[in-house]
């Protein structure tokens, strides 16, 4: 089972690439927690085109929102307020669970570790697409180029992608 985080969906979906996260995760539904769900419902009204996309992956089942139980909303409390709420209740979730979540920040990956919960990132996936043989290297790398152009997000160094 694999929970993906707000910043992940939308880096796929502005690149107009969400079959590329079903395939790398081996998945025909991936999960999001009632937060995501949330920011997700807010960027539609703010008219956010990539939001449209996430909605739509909802409304044929390939996005399923999962809600907080009491024993999540208790380890959430136990974790930082400066993570945002989808982050927090995906990792609780992810850790009641024993899912993967994939999240695109460091203090979120940090948080991951030291509470025991599974976590990749999108360096980890872009890597996984060649690994996997999803997508050829210089395919990833078009993907980054995508990346870098429709959600203004610059890598440092690709070298972990590719070494």
Known sequence: MVFIDTDILSIFAKIQRLPLLFAV?????????????????????????????????????????????????????????????GERESMAICKRLDALFASNERRVMHHCETSGIRCTNLDQILRAFWELKILAASD??????????????????????FK
């Open 25 to 85: 995760f081996d998945q025909d539904v991936l999960n999001i927690a009632t937060a995501v769900e949330n920011e997700i419902t807010i960027g539609v009204s703010k008219g956010l085109p990539f939001a449209n996309a996430l909605v739509e992956l909802q409304a044929k089942g390939k996005l399923q929102t999962h809600h907080p139980i009491t024993v999540d909303e208790e380890f959430m409390l136990s974790l930082p307020h400066t993570l945002g709420a």
């Open 140 to 161: 990833v790398r078009k993907v980054i180029t995508e990346i870098e152009t429709k959600d203004s997000l610059k890598f440092r160094s690709t070298a972990t992608i």
